[in-house]
């Protein structure tokens, strides 16, 4: 892949879905199909919204290790990202990413107690496209590559 940055940002700015995988309290993977992020930082960053109350925040807040996966179902291409994922509740963190008609999810508006904002950060990249894979070791935060 000549450009990373370029070549996972349109998959993951063209996702209609991200797919977020955490681990239950027995040791199992499990899935949720998610919206897409509302923000992110490159390939390295992505901000998600949730519910408080739901279960994978209970396991974030035990153990934040996470993967997400971008798909683009029409080339059969997609990209696994690992890394680690923080709960957010802060007023600040909570704003920044709101939108207009969350309050269909979250009818408290952006103060809700069971609306909080997932950041997950990357540090490796597996990418699939044309029969094979490639594996991306994002550099520390604060280096480049």
């Given at each position: 892949?000549r450009?990373?940055?370029?070549?996972?940002g349109?998959l993951i700015?063209?996702?209609?879905?991200?797919f977020l995988?955490?681990?239950?309290?027995?040791?199992?993977?499990?899935?949720?199909?998610?919206?897409?992020?509302?923000?992110?930082?490159g390939?390295r960053?992505?901000w998600f919204t949730?519910?408080?109350?739901?279960n994978?925040v209970e396991?974030?807040?035990?153990?934040g290790?996470?993967s997400v996966?971008f798909?683009?179902k029409?080339?059969?291409?997609?990209a696994?990202f690992a890394?680690?994922v923080q709960?957010?509740?802060s007023?600040e963190?909570?704003?920044r990413?709101?939108?207009?008609?969350d309050t269909?999810f979250?009818?408290?508006g952006v103060?809700?107690?069971?609306?909080c904002?997932?950041?997950f950060?990357?540090?490796?990249?597996?990418?699939?496209?044309?029969?094979k894979?490639e594996?991306?070791?994002?550099?520390p935060e604060?280096?480049?590559?």
């Amino acid at each position: 892949m000549r450009d990373p940055e370029i070549t996972l940002g349109k998959l993951i700015d063209k996702a209609g879905t991200a797919f977020l995988c955490y681990m239950d309290r027995d040791g199992f993977p499990v899935t949720r199909a998610m919206l897409p992020p509302r923000e992110r930082e490159g390939i390295r960053r992505f901000w998600f919204t949730t519910n408080t109350s739901s279960n994978k925040v209970e396991r974030f807040l035990q153990n934040g290790r996470a993967s997400v996966y971008f798909v683009d179902k029409r080339f059969y291409r997609g990209a696994s990202f690992a890394g680690r994922v923080q709960v957010l509740c802060s007023p600040e963190a909570k704003r920044r990413i709101w939108r207009e008609g969350d309050t269909r999810f979250y009818p408290g508006g952006v103060e809700d107690p069971d609306y909080c904002v997932l950041c997950f950060t990357a540090e490796k990249i597996r990418y699939y496209s044309n029969f094979k894979s490639e594996d991306l070791l994002l550099p520390p935060e604060g280096e480049t590559p």
